[in-house]
């Protein structure tokens, strides 16, 4: 049911598969993230269609509603939201920690107050686990504790005590038909890092994820962390690189060894008119586009550019359409599956090293019709 | 490139094939309606997945934004919104006539402000047939005039005077490649659509649309004077209802011999969390449907039902995602599109007299888990 295997390296940087009991997943992948299980503004079959294999949920969303119960009587999480391909869910850890005021941390767990409906719940690493195997999700994370930034060093040292306890309790707890990941902690500090990594590896999860990154570090910060992060964590598993990035974040931690990802900006950028392409970024309100007929990215084959031109989509944005933040997201999330693939690919033929990002900030006027 | 061919009859009723430029049509048939071009919520895929054939976009709005220039620079309103089949325009008469105070109505034509932008318009039948010639439709229609409802005689006398005269400059005007259609008012009086109709006929247009209907009238008198306008037109020509209805309408003025329709019901339910299913209609938020986790409507095959539980778009409706009035919507209007299939098979068969419309009002509770 479960294998990871690498095909091709450049550097740290490796092209594999990853067998999962809903399908086999290209590594590096991206995953778009469906907060509520389904990908706002995207169908099942638009996901398919721009090609996703795995997608992520969000424990701490799906626990408050429709809730756990339901999606057990529905069959599991893959039945309820209709998607037959890998999903893997987090372990609501990172958001209860953003709670802050709103929750209490003990050695046990930790208690919080959901801001929906203002319910009392206690979260403890075989909690979280019995959700995500009664969600039957591909690959559960185990509880952690995410300090924020910036923290103490004593808070971040906290954190990594209550990370290994909970990892250990997370692996011994977990009864799910997916795959169990520890989740390595450490913010900033080189040692924290290294001395958390030891006793998660000696547990022998089948997979690890880097969290706690770009958590609001600067991103030399973040990228220093990943890497030195992902050469903690052994070779022949599986390295998730949590909520990062940036399609050039994707390239720098992919070198740095990293194999998943997941992060909220294609969706949240596309709602919001923001849109990735080849030749930069497209804010499609912009009266430049107004009367521009080229395709939102000359260079892409996706089902909008194919099919829509930036004229089109800034005038159903404009007109608040409920088309035009599908449409800009469906782009959105083609263009960073396509990155993952163009990536892949690069490490495959070993041009990685010369690979470059997709320029960041405005696509230059010369490009508007081009 | 144009033939109206009728197959089979059933009573008043009748299947025929429509042949427009973009691909034939099956009559009776229904548009969803496309206010800017593009069906809200649902992208060009997501209509073609449920089948239709043909959609209704506004002239009025077109002509306001994105402007007739640039939909003619695109290669036409097809090209522009990326819909490669048919496209019926309405002249933008009845939304003018809408805007009451804001216009004013003389022989050569409308004035007008646009509430969008406060730019004064002069729409005149040559105008309109300019602007629909330039979008390049399959479907044209002529330029109107719609009175109100309830409306003095005399209001609705001029109506009908103004209509003929413009429905004739319409006819000189026209260059486009599709057909025009020209349009019978009179109101609620009998006499009026008589005395219409005459000289409507003359012109010989290549198809009639039934206009003045369901714009504040009694469901018995929109019956009947829908009745009374079809047997007014020619049996070999296409007849069309502006702007009806529930699936109930629909069934009665396919029996009264109307071969066309559009109406936003399905689209704007949709949104509003409002489904058709063929045992009664649901109000998505309801909580009854928290923890049901039978499809939308257990006998409807649209992508949505056979994905997704009630208890599933429930959650993303109360949750607000964008996904909840997009699934919802392609599920209403997968039901109009399959009930007017039902409808032409019936017509077929010879079993039309007997079909009933699926029960209105709230389903009921003993459907709920079935």
């Known amino acids: 049911m479960f294998e990871f295997t690498v095909h091709a390296t450049s550097g ?20 778009p993230v469906g907060t509520q299980g389904t990908v706002r503004a995207l169908s099942p079959s638009d996901l398919k269609a721009v090609g996703a294999s795995m997608v992520l949920a969000n424990t701490y969303h799906l626990m408050a509603r429709p809730g756990e119960e339901l999606i057990r009587r529905a069959g599991g999480l893959h039945a309820f939201i209709g998607w037959r391909r890998a999903i893997l869910t987090d372990s609501g850890g990172f958001q209860v920690m953003s709670l802050a005021s709103r929750r209490v941390l003990t050695e046990e767990g930790v208690e919080f107050r959901a801001p929906e409906d203002g319910t009392s719940h206690f979260l403890t690493p075989e909690r979280a686990m019995e959700l995500q195997a009664g969600f039957g999700v591909d690959i559960a994370m185990a509880l952690d504790v995410c300090p924020p930034f910036p923290a ?63 958590v609001g570090e600067s991103k030399e910060a973040i990228r220093s962390i990943t890497a030195m992060s992902a050469r903690l964590l052994p070779e022949e598993k599986p390295r998730y690189l949590m909520g990062v990035g940036t399609p050039a974040d994707l390239l720098a931690s992919v070198r740095a060894g990293c194999d998943l990802f997941d992060c909220v900006l294609p969706t949240r950028n596309g709602r919001m008119g923001h849109v990735y392409t080849r030749r930069g970024e497209v804010t499609i309100k912009h009266e430049r586009f107004k009367e521009d007929l080229s395709p939102l990215d000359p260079d892409c084959r996706c089902p909008v550019c194919r099919r829509h031109s930036r004229a089109y989509l800034r005038n159903l944005f404009v007109l ?51």
Chains 1, 2 share one sequence.
């Open 12 to 31: 740290r940087a490796r092209t594999g598969t990853l067998t999962l009991p809903h399908g086999a997943v290209e590594t590096p992948a991206f995953m």
């Open 152 to 214: 103490e060093r004593a808070e971040v040292e906290r954190a990594c005590r209550l990370s290994r306890d909970w990892a250990l309790r997370s692996l011994r707890a977990y009864r799910g038909p997916g795959l169990l990941f520890g989740i390595l902690q450490g913010g900033t500090h080189e040692d924290l890092r290294r001395a958390s990594a030891r006793p998660l590896l000696d547990m022998d999860f089948p997979g690890y994820a880097i969290g706690g990154v770009a």
């Open 320 to 370: 608040k359409d409920f088309s035009a933040p599908m449409l800009l997201s469906i782009h959105n999330v083609f263009f960073y599956l396509d990155w993952m693939k163009t990536i892949r690919r690069a490490i495959e033929a070993g041009t990685l090293e010369t690979l470059q990002s997709p320029p960041e900030g405005k696509i230059p006027e010369a490009s508007e019709t081009a």
